[in-house]
């Protein structure tokens, strides 16, 4: 065995590699080249484990999300698979760009909680996906006094772009990000976007789009809401509970069946009102965080 850099060409091996690693999880969905490959493309990192005659036993990536710099480990099952699994975990942590790395793995699986903490991964709480059944009636939420609920226009893009990041105090999204999103995942259209207005201004949006993916490959109507970005300033009046309420009623009359939403465990307030509104947990998994004394690519800490 042996540790060298993803190629383009290893990818129709990565597909086997992924889809036999995760058939019969969560929400299974194959992975097609194309999807794969727009992962990869988006990693900082990708290394593969490959056994003498080149074929991939493993795979790791590192990407950036919401919750951290995340780490992706896929290995084929086997009796080498723990020993594959920690020669690419010490292999990609050099890679890091940020002083930790997260591991995400199934909050049932506590064999693999095991394995990842043995190897310095700590509990930093759950991911949950949580759904809402749009076959029973919305709950009756409504906007505080001086707040106006509705539709985004698609000529106030530049305006919502600059509030969300404003709001999460960075570079959450980038001008053009609604047609990305129509052509992601069509029918969505600039008025999926539930936005708050105040004195003239955006200050809260919820983004609602049609969960496209698992649709497809579950023959299902389920839409999906983004995380509610709110302005610092009018955090705490109810906004976001008044935006999904708005975002589940919208997709209800688009036909939809379900919503689906994630959220960390650690954002009480946030876990608390989507469970206040109805929704319940589908699936949970443990965040596993390792910060890290020595990367090549962050700032050290003294």
């Given amino acids: 065995m042996k540790v060298r850099p993803y190629q383009g060409t290893d990818l129709s091996g ?48 590192l990407r950036r999300e919401w919750y951290g710099e995340e780490l992706v480990l896929v290995v084929r099952s086997g009796p080498r698979r723990w020993e594959v699994e920690e020669e690419l975990l010490h292999a990609v942590e050099p890679y890091a760009q940020t002083g930790e790395l997260v591991v995400l793995v199934d909050a049932e699986n506590s064999k693999r909680v095991s394995l990842v903490s043995a190897h310095g991964y700590r509990d930093d709480g759950s991911l949950y996906h949580m759904l809402f059944e749009l076959t029973r009636p919305c709950p009756e939420v409504r906007a505080p006094p001086g707040y106006f609920l509705r539709n985004l226009k698609s000529e106030e893009e530049e305006k919502f772009v600059r509030m969300v990041n404003a709001a999460y105090g960075g570079e959450r999204l980038q001008p053009g990000v609604l047609a990305r999103w129509r052509e992601e995942a069509p029918p969505f ?56 309420v708005r975002a589940l009623i919208f997709l209800k009359s688009k036909g939809y069946e379900s919503a689906s939403l994630y959220t960390w465990s650690g954002n009480t307030a946030a876990v608390a009102a989507v469970r206040g509104l109805g929704f319940r947990t589908a699936h949970e998994w443990k965040i596993l965080r390792k910060r890290l004394r020595d990367c090549r690519n962050y700032e050290r800490q003294s």
């Fill in 14 to 61: 990565l597909v086997a590699l992924w889809n036999e690693a995760f058939r019969g999880r969560y929400e299974f969905i194959p992975r097609t080249e194309a999807r794969l490959r727009k992962s990869l493309e988006g990693a900082s990192i990708a290394l593969l484990a490959v056994d003498d005659e080149d074929n991939p036993i493993g795979l790791v990536f």
């Fill in 189 to 244: 259209q600039p008025g999926w976007v539930q936005v708050a207005e105040h004195r003239g201004e955006l200050v809260a949006a919820v983004v609602a789009r049609p969960d496209i993916e698992f649709n497809r490959h579950y023959r299902a109507r389920r839409g999906y809401l983004g995380p509610a970005a709110t302005l610092v300033d009018h955090r705490g009046r109810g906004l976001a509970k008044a935006l999904t």
